[in-house]
């Protein structure tokens, strides 16, 4: 089984914790956490939690710093299957942003 379909096979177990978290340092006085940055933060907190090694996420857009913001990101596998990853703004303190990480239940099959 590949690294990124374990971990599908993982978060559709059940092993992943709804209340992932992760957090990271900005500097702006608007905080916002860059789209690469929010992907590779995401990847090392669902490997962490998985023990398997980081997956391959792609995050569409900037997170705003403002508390209940959100925004979705995309864990895909080897074999082209996905997995949709909900990253919500929970706190911000100066230039830290934390937010929450919630992995959909069910991965959506590799396009044909």
Known sequence: MTTAVSILSAVAAGTLLVGCSGSVSVKKSEPKVSADKL?????????????QPKPHITCPEDLTGKVGSSTRCKLTANDGSTLGVTVTVSSVKGSQVNF?????????????
């Open 100 to 112: 929450d990480i919630k992995a959909d239940d069910k991965a959506s099959p590799a396009a044909n």
């Open 39 to 51: 992907a590779s933060t995401v990847s090392e907190r669902l490997a962490a939690q998985t023990g």
